[in-house]
């Protein structure tokens, strides 16, 4: 059992930055994929970022070019680097991983706002 815990949310007006953080209780070198998704108030949880076991990643349309995603297998942790964040960025963010991509974090809460 891999337990997920995200940190670095928190409160930030439109156009700063945050980083977020998941550490793994576990070794993150076997996960193949790990994700960061979010879901705001009402909506739909949505895949914002992922990146493969060789560093490959992927972005959703409404954060390319101000979010990355990292990942450092020997800190068991992967990132989410966060910039120009906007009002529609709020939402709780959670990071998935695991060797079978069936674990999830807790999740931790980003508000943009002035």
């Not at 120009?84 to 963010?93: C, G, Q, R, S």
């Amino acid at each position: 059992q891999v337990q997920l815990v995200e940190s670095g949310g928190g409160l930030v007006q439109p156009g700063g930055s945050l980083r977020l953080s998941c550490a793994a209780s576990g070794s993150i070198f076997d996960m193949p994929v790990m994700a960061w998704y979010r879901q705001a108030p009402g909506k739909q949880r949505e895949l914002v970022a992922s990146i493969t076991s060789l560093g490959s990643t992927t972005y959703a349309d409404f954060v390319k070019g101000r979010f990355t995603i990292s990942r450092d297998n020997a800190r068991n942790t992967m990132y989410l680097q966060m910039n120009n964040l906007k009002p529609e960025d709020t939402a709780v963010y959670s990071c998935r991983g695991g060797t079978a991509y069936n674990f999830w974090g807790q999740g931790t809460q980003v508000t943009v706002s002035s």
